[in-house]
């Protein structure tokens, strides 16, 4: 009887917090809707370059593998022969508000703290090419456009930035997120309506290993409602490389993961979607610990985890992004980082056929 009435009570709670916030998620996505009519009938003006852009982005708040999904397409760029340049805003990163250039193979200067973790994470895996750091991308693009001669300009997190004409918008979803989520906010954690998708010119979900079938089947049906068109469609996982240390040192392959003691550190949007990878593996995660997304670790946050690793016998595993800023503040060798690429279960080849007709590449390559 009491558990009846507490479930009845949260149908009611639910309910009135659905009818106070419905009104705001309306006019937060009318809003959207009219910022992107203005920019599409010529209202609001573009910066249109004498290069492709290419956006990699999304609709929701939070990670869906933007940054795996970048170095996944510089890689293949470069492998085409063509000199990429990717603009990310460098969230919090001390240049964030105004402009900074990180040049492929350049190994001074690589301050998380001025440029922002992902950054610098696209940038180490860069053969050539450049990341151009700052808010303002479009007037960051043209002043360093003569020195990194781009061929191919990637939009990093820029399905929103609309200042900039896109040659080729891809738009990721994570799989994991939950189906109800999938509202404008405040009612869910869209940032915008699905009906956004028109303009999509591919769809990405990652993360598609980590759900069951009919999860994704409801997912694929639920954005599928929302275009008219027919994007190629991708569906990724994140392949597991194996175990490095702070100097990128190879440790443990990922069979030598399962049943070992690790303190499990993230500060990255999804939190769980990283407990979860590392459980696949048998790890034995015996502490979970979780900062902000772009958290900056401090030295004391690092001496706490230390003392805990010492206290349960245990290694400390962060993700790659995550130990770009663990190196500044430490090289202590039980501080260990899972490297991982992304790795398509299917449509890779109808995406790069779409890629390859913008960049006029042969499709064979």
Same mark, same amino acid.
């Given at each position: 009887?009491?558990?009846?009435?507490?479930?009845? *009570?949260?149908?009611?709670?639910?309910?009135?917090?659905?009818?106070?916030?419905?009104?705001?998620?309306?006019?937060?996505?009318?809003?959207?809707?009219?910022?992107?009519?203005?920019?599409?009938? !010529?209202?609001?003006?573009?910066?249109?370059?004498?290069?492709?852009?290419?956006?990699?982005?999304?609709?929701?708040?939070?990670? $869906?593998?933007? $940054?795996?999904?970048?170095?996944?397409?510089?890689?293949?760029?470069?492998?085409?022969?063509? $000199?990429?340049?990717?603009?990310?805003?460098?969230?919090? !990163?001390?240049?964030?508000?105004?402009?900074?250039? +990180?040049?492929?193979?350049?190994?001074?200067?690589?301050?998380?703290?001025?440029?922002?973790?992902?950054?610098?994470?696209?940038?180490?895996?860069?053969?050539? !090419?450049?990341?151009?750091?700052?808010?303002?991308?479009?007037?960051?693009?043209?002043?360093?456009?003569?020195? $990194?001669?781009?061929?191919?300009?990637?939009?990093?997190?820029?399905?929103?930035?609309?200042?900039?004409?896109?040659?080729?918008?891809?738009?990721?979803?994570?799989?994991?997120?939950?189906?109800?989520?999938?509202?404008?906010?405040?009612?869910?954690?869209?940032?915008?309506?699905?009906?956004?998708?028109?303009?999509?010119?591919?769809?990405?979900?990652?993360?598609?290993?980590?759900?069951?079938?009919?999860?994704?089947?409801?997912?694929?049906?639920?954005?599928?409602?929302?275009?008219?068109?027919?994007?190629? +469609?991708?569906?990724?996982?994140?392949?597991?490389?194996?175990?490095?240390?702070?100097?990128?040192?190879?440790?443990?392959?990922?069979?030598?993961?399962?049943?070992?003691?690790?303190?499990?550190?993230?500060?990255?949007?999804?939190?769980?979607?990283?407990?979860?990878?590392?459980?696949?593996?048998?790890?034995?995660?015996?502490?979970?610990?979780?900062?902000?997304?772009?958290?900056?670790?401090?030295?004391?946050?690092?001496?706490?985890?230390?003392?805990?690793?010492?206290?349960?016998?245990?290694?400390?595993?962060?993700?790659?992004?995550?130990?770009?800023?663990?190196? *500044?503040?430490?090289?202590?060798? *039980?501080?260990?980082?899972?490297?991982?690429?992304?790795?398509?279960?299917?449509?890779?080849?109808?995406?790069?056929?779409?890629?390859?007709?913008?960049?006029?590449?042969?499709?064979?390559?």
């Amino acid at each position: 009887m009491v558990e009846s009435v507490q479930k009845a *009570r949260h149908r009611l709670l639910s309910v009135l917090k659905s009818s106070a916030l419905t009104p705001l998620s309306f006019i937060w996505e009318w809003v959207y809707r009219v910022r992107r009519s203005f920019y599409e009938y !010529g209202v609001l003006k573009k910066h249109v370059f004498k290069v492709p852009v290419i956006s990699v982005g999304n609709l929701s708040f939070g990670g $869906t593998g933007k $940054t795996p999904t970048i170095i996944w397409l510089t890689e293949w760029i470069i492998k085409n022969g063509l $000199t990429p340049v990717v603009l990310t805003r460098g969230y919090k !990163g001390q240049l964030e508000h105004s402009s900074g250039l +990180l040049k492929s193979g350049q190994k001074f200067r690589l301050n998380p703290f001025d440029y922002g973790d992902e950054p610098l994470m696209i940038s180490n895996k860069m053969s050539k !090419g450049a990341v151009i750091v700052g808010k303002k991308r479009a007037e960051n693009l043209l002043k360093y456009f003569a020195e $990194t001669r781009p061929d191919v300009v990637l939009l990093d997190d820029g399905f929103q930035h609309l200042q900039i004409y896109r040659s080729f918008n891809i738009v990721l979803f994570d799989a994991t997120m939950p189906l109800q989520n999938y509202r404008v906010a405040p009612l869910g954690y869209l940032r915008e309506g699905l009906s956004a998708l028109k303009d999509a010119d591919a769809i990405v979900i990652s993360r598609a290993d980590m759900v069951t079938e009919a999860k994704l089947h409801k997912l694929l049906a639920t954005i599928s409602e929302s275009f008219h068109h027919s994007p190629p +469609l991708a569906l990724t996982k994140y392949q597991a490389l194996g175990v490095y240390d702070v100097y990128d040192n190879f440790v443990y392959s990922i069979d030598q993961l399962r049943g070992l003691k690790a303190i499990a550190v993230t500060a990255i949007a999804s939190p769980d979607s990283f407990y979860r990878y590392l459980e696949s593996f048998g790890v034995d995660v015996v502490e979970k610990v979780s900062f902000p997304d772009h958290y900056f670790f401090t030295p004391e946050d690092v001496n706490e985890l230390l003392i805990l690793a010492s206290q349960q016998s245990a290694i400390i595993l962060c993700s790659e992004k995550d130990m770009v800023k663990m190196k *500044r503040v430490s090289l202590d060798n *039980r501080i260990l980082y899972t490297k991982v690429e992304v790795e398509f279960m299917s449509g890779e080849n109808e995406l790069l056929n779409a890629l390859s007709k913008v960049l006029h590449l042969d499709s064979s390559l």
